[in-house]
């Protein structure tokens, strides 16, 4: 399953097996070996993983199907622009009229 998941979420990056691994760290190999689902990552690869592509540990081994978005890595001020359109978005689906202030 991990193996399907690093490689989908290499493929939407648009990112050879080498920049993946250049950017992890580690071989190309490695890299292969683990799309060919013919090692594991280790434990620190899967969480450098899911910090470079901002999404779980659990969404990368297939415990949770919905990918989460981590906005840490965000400048303050981005991170609030992100987080008042959630708002404003939660409030519509809810049938609320956003606040225009």
């Known amino acids: 399953m991990i193996s399907k998941t690093i490689m989908t979420l290499r493929e939407q990056m648009n ?6 691994a250049k950017r992890l760290r580690v071989s190309k190999k490695s890299v292969i070996n ?3 689902d013919i090692s594991a990552a280790s ?4 969480i450098e993983i899911a ?3 901002n999404v779980s540990a659990d969404f990368l081994l ?5 990918p989460a978005i ?4 965000l400048q303050p001020e981005d991170r609030e622009k992100l ?5 404003v978005f939660i409030s519509m689906s809810q049938g609320d ?3 225009n202030h």
Request: aromatic share 12%; charged share 25%; no cysteine.
């Open 43 to 46: 434990m620190k690869s899967i």
């Open 15 to 20: 990112w050879s097996q080498q920049q993946l």
């Open 97 to 99: 009229q956003p606040d």
């Open 62 to 66: 297939g415990l949770d199907h919905r």
């Open 51 to 53: 910090k470079l592509f």
């Open 34 to 36: 683990w799309e060919d």
């Open 70 to 73: 981590y906005i840490d890595s």
């Open 83 to 87: 987080q008042a359109i959630a708002r």
